[in-house]
């Protein structure tokens, strides 16, 4: 996770300044020891979101940066990360939930989605159309992108 200092504005590769202020603010919490008061940085469907809108999510912030690292899941997810379509492609489905809305979002088409979230999943080593594995993704993604997205 990035922090800009008080005041200045994060910058997003490829895309101009998306105007909104970041302040930076210590909490006490073991391993990230920096949390975004106000927004974190995003993926580029969402470059920026409220800290206070990640609710429980936002937790995440107190595991020890080796234990996330550590956890297979979040380990898959930065793999995933190093191809950015498979990353934007995870990223979409985790928020939509549905293969129709992501490649709404992905200006893709459906059957071309499945195809990549049939093969993040065994990347992953997970069933993405299980709710469960769902969950697990999107845990471990959120936990990727506050350790190095």
């Not at 391993?31 to 008061?37: P, T």
């Not at 800290?51 to 899941?73: I, K, M, S, T």
């Not at 793999?79 to 928020?95: G, I, Q, S």
Request: charged content about 25%; aromatic content about 2%.
């Amino acid at each position: 996770m990035r922090v800009s200092p008080r005041g200045h504005l994060p910058r997003v590769p490829g895309r101009p300044h998306p105007g909104v202020r970041v302040t930076a603010h210590r909490l006490p919490v073991q391993g990230l020891q920096r949390v975004v008061d106000g927004v974190v940085p995003r993926l580029p469907r969402e470059p920026v979101v409220r800290h206070d809108d990640l609710g429980a999510p936002a937790l995440l912030a107190d595991v020890p940066r080796a234990a996330a690292r550590a956890n297979p899941d979040a380990a898959a997810v930065a793999r995933v990360a190093a191809h950015p379509e498979d990353l934007a492609t995870l990223d979409a489905y985790c928020a939509t939930g549905s293969l129709r809305r992501a490649a709404d979002l992905l200006h893709l088409h459906h059957s071309g989605v499945a195809r990549r979230i049939d093969q993040i999943g065994k990347a992953l080593g997970l069933d993405l159309t299980d709710p469960t594995a769902l969950l697990r993704a999107t845990l471990a993604l959120t936990a990727w992108r506050l350790l190095d997205g």
